[in-house]
């Protein structure tokens, strides 16, 4: 629980009004809301997401903190937390705050013991606390993994994307490569490569950016006019040195990152793979948001050898475009389309793993479904130069609902709505 006032810009008014009335998927958040008290039940230390999810395991509380648009509404903010909540084993208590942007979760709370006073009774009662489950029986999404299905399912845990939505847990088991690379397309600060290093504890990782920013698009390319444009995302502290870039986020693994700068139609050249003595991907992370960054990435990573069976592919960016333009026909978009491209020219069979790729649960019966989360998707590679499947299962109705429903997605494209994100 964030105990200190935050700035002006992160507050948001604990009266916000509803989202979306009407919206059949708010009736839990709404229901626990009516259920809910003034107060918190403890306070909670701020951790980044990797040690969230251990906490979930090993702790008795622990806290999320929500992105700004996720404070919008009551709505929102709750609904984002119990999500987190149903992949938590240990989280049966919520505590909730737009105010302080905070979702802190227990094992256990005394509700008639609620804290009210410190650290100020304004900070204490913009809280809200009951238990998890009020409202609807909460799904329990959290499954024990081993081995390296653990360190798959703890990238989709914990890696949320630019909208704080992470897309656990696996939702199958598969034949994944036992070890291997770990290869970042898209860098920037090293904010979420530092993350894989630590749950690939064992990995060297290859980290591919031009660390000037974001470069020029190719006439007429889709993007993100305010956002996605030159220069965006320059690391602001990276250090260049004999052809390298060093980044203070990553300065506790050195020995395990080499950096390659550079635009990737230039950097990704043909045996630069076997100059630089790299092995078979275990993982590889696309974050480079242009679908020309996305296509250049795979296919040199696919000339190379690199990827192979049981390779697992992660994209930031797979919905962002689609949600931009209100479009079902997702692989017609950025790194979506790059990765149904590749699956063509090399004849791959993916399977989706983890986030909205698959079939969305059951939402169309029941007075209390499941509303559409997620954001990253990942694919296993099954096998190369048999067959083409690009792995997305999701059907045209199920992506529709995603544009519609989905919080994040719909505020790309919605204005009237009270989470609408302003990136154009």
Known sequence: ????????????????S???????????ARGWLEDSQPGYCAATNDANELESAARCETHNKG???LMSYQARSWESAISACQQRCALCSNCRFLSVSLQMRDCSWFRSCDLEQLHRRAPTPEIALSFRSAR??????????????????????LVCRTQGGGFGSPSGPLLSNFSALQAGDIYQFGVAEGYSLRSLLQIFDKSKAWAFDTFQGMPDTESGEETFQTTWKRGAFRPSAAKRSAGAVRLPMLSQFTSRVETIPGVFKNSLVPGLAAQRGMDPAA????DSDLFSSAKDALDWLFREGLIVQGT????DDYWDLACKQRSAQIEMHGEAMAHAKISAKYKVSFKCICGPCAPLPPHSTGSDPAQPWGWRTYFVVESIGERINSGLTMSSADAHH??????ACRGLWDRNVSHWLGIE
């Open 132 to 153: 998890a489950a009020v409202g609807h029986s909460a799904p329990r999404l959290h499954v024990q993994w081993s081995g390296v299905h653990r360190q798959h399912n």
């Open 18 to 28: 509803i989202m979306v009335p009407g919206n059949a998927y708010y009736a839990r």
């Open 63 to 65: 806290n999320w903190l």
């Open 402 to 407: 995603f544009l519609e429903y989905h919080s």
């Open 283 to 286: 993982y590889v992370d696309i």
């Open 1 to 16: 629980m964030i105990l200190t006032a935050l700035s002006t810009e992160a507050r948001v008014s604990h009266g916000a």
């Open 312 to 315: 697992v592919i992660g994209y």
